[in-house]
């Protein structure tokens, strides 16, 4: 995972503010780089994921692509968007031609990373994204590779 000084954390308490703070990452963002995006159901990876989007001059709408699993859309590079939940596991992950996501050409957020264990690049990002008692949601970038 890239190496921050300390972790990077943020409050949300709308899918507004959660898309914004994914918008402030994607302008950070160049090609080569992977976001994994951890969280519970329902937590806002795919808000934060269309921030990132955005921030990477995305004009095009980006939806879930929770069954079509990978979607490419043109930015200021390419942005590519996996969503894992219904994989079964990395063989299906590689049957995929999942590789390209990983190619160097463009920006990668993969949903799930946690069904592919071992298989993100070593200098990805983490960012978990935890839902509070009161609705908000704690988003923290840190380094270190998905568990």
Known sequence: MKTVDSPAEGLSFSAEETLSLG??????LKPGDVVALKGSLGAGKT???????????????????????IS???????FRHADLYRLKGIDEFALLGADELFDGSGVSVIEWPEKIP???PPDSFLVEISIGEDGRRLIRQSGGPPK
């Open 23 to 28: 918008e402030a990452l994607g302008r950070s």
């Open 47 to 69: 808000c934060f994921a269309k921030g990132i989007a955005l921030g990477l001059g995305v004009r095009e709408e980006v939806t879930s692509p929770s069954y079509t699993i």
């Open 72 to 78: 490419e859309y043109e930015g200021n590079c390419p």
């Open 118 to 120: 071992g298989a993100l």
